[in-house]
């Protein structure tokens, strides 16, 4: 048997899948652009063409950017009216900020659990929704759209607003509609890690332009749109992005289309070969999914069939292989303590426990890889499989390789 590279042995991998982010001249061009404009700040042309290509895009009547993914979900819940004496149903497994901006704008946040495809369960929503429930938050996870027919048929018999955490999910369809363009929003990351990034940025979608424009007026200090610069109408903050990221932001559009039929290319080739390993699954894809976006690409580990081995451990041992892997959520987000200090609602959550014991993913450098590299991915994840039959050898190095992880950005901050 082949020794693990976490025990000394050769790893499968030495060099890098892939450079992420991709980028050439057009980047180039367009910040030399905003350098020679001098107009660098939120009012930079750039900005608004940004956000009508984005929203053209995505299908949606209007875009309205901001400083990040987190702050789009807070505008869009201020915007809807959603406030103190509110409950907003949220999902167990996501970024914290999906929940933490309940808690921002004074509302409760009731956390409802996830299906096997790790997105927000349709039936246990249904249940959960009370006198009190103001809006739904279903986040499409890992990039694989939830299944927003359900949530809007429970909004439209309760009077609920729609908020679609899109953060994972750029250019994702669901029956051939790009997601961000169903509910009231769609709030968007461009994070560091995200498949379209300036670093930091993100974009609220919308059809209603009442909405949209209170979603602006709140980003832009109350302005309203055409009014004066000292004329402010409702109580906002300063949450503009620049012309630097907007230029940034343009061209990596451009390259989405391209980027997203690479990403389901390999992950087809990884299905094809994780299907014929008996201790991995995937989880399963709803047929109206008309394109993933594969943000990540998830893997269930049936710990079962390879006793002793944590998922930790097994994801370390891939680690050393030289394969991008990430253990994900250590456990829901409801176990962290910031919700001890607020006020917040758990239902029972059976798959989101689980899914923090045995599930994990693989990264963007896998999914953007020449289809060549996937079999030292593949070869990797035999390697440690077959080694973790044998004996349990992985434990005593997991506290090492978190140690060599420390402080590294994550991915899934918005």
């Known amino acids: 048997m082949t020794k693990l590279a976490i025990h000394g042995g050769e790893p499968i991998r030495k060099r890098p899948f892939a450079a992420f982010p991709e980028f050439d001249d057009r980047e180039l061009a367009g910040l030399r652009e905003v350098l020679e404009s001098r107009v660098w700040g939120g009012y930079h042309p750039k900005v608004a ?22 702050v789009t979900l807070e505008t869009a819940l201020a915007a809807a009216g959603v406030g103190k004496g509110d409950e907003v149903i949220v999902p167990p497994i996501s970024f914290v900020a999906t929940a933490t901006s309940v808690l921002r704008v004074g509302a409760t946040p009731v956390f409802v659990d996830v299906n096997e495809s790790c997105n927000l369960d349709q039936a246990l929503t249904a249940a959960a929704v009370t006198g009190r429930t103001k809006a739904i938050i279903p986040v499409h996870f890992a990039g694989q759209p939830a ?29 051939g509609r790009p997601v961000g363009s169903f509910g009231d929003f769609g709030s968007f990351s461009f994070q560091a890690s995200k498949n379209l990034t300036a670093g930091e940025g993100g974009l609220l979608t919308a059809n209603d332009p009442d909405l949209a424009e209170a979603a602006r007026s709140i980003c832009n200090q109350g302005r309203r749109t055409g009014g004066l610069w000292y004329e402010h109408f409702r109580l906002g903050t300063n949450y503009r992005i620049t012309g630097w990221q907007a ?43 008309t394109r993933h976006s594969y943000y990540l690409y998830l893997v269930k580990l049936d710990l079962d069939k390879i006793p002793g081995v944590t998922k930790n451990a097994f994801v370390d041992a891939l680690i050393k292989e030289g394969i991008p892997a990430h253990a994900g959520y250590p456990h829901p987000l409801y176990k962290n303590p910031v919700f ?53 050898p992985m434990k005593p190095a997991i506290l090492d390789i978190l140690e060599q992880t420390r402080g590294v950005p994550q991915a899934g901050n918005r």
């Not at 063409?49 to 993914?69: I, P, Q, T, Y």
């Not at 609602?345 to 059976?350: A, E, K, M």
């Open 247 to 289: 230029a940034i932001l343009l061209a990596q559009l451009e390259r989405l289309p391209d980027q997203l039929e690479r990403r389901a290319r390999n992950a087809r080739i990884l299905d094809e070969a994780f299907r014929k390993l008996d201790a991995v699954s995937l989880p399963p894809i709803d047929e109206r999914v």
């Open 340 to 392: 001890d200090e607020y006020d917040h609602i758990v239902g029972d959550c059976p798959n989101a426990e689980r899914m923090c014991t045995d599930t994990f993913w693989l990264s963007h450098e896998i999914m953007l890889a020449e289809p060549e590299d996937l079999a030292d991915v593949i070869s990797a994840f035999e390697k440690v499989i077959a080694s973790s039959r044998e004996m349990n």
């Open 147 to 175: 299944d927003i027919d359900s949530f809007l048929e429970i909004a439209d018999k309760h009077g609920l607003v729609v908020i679609e955490d899109c953060a994972h999910a750029h250019g994702a369809t669901w029956r």
């Open 49 to 70: 063409e940004f956000e009508e290509n984005f929203a053209k895009f995505h299908k949606a009547g209007l875009g309205v950017s901001a400083a990040n993914g987190t």
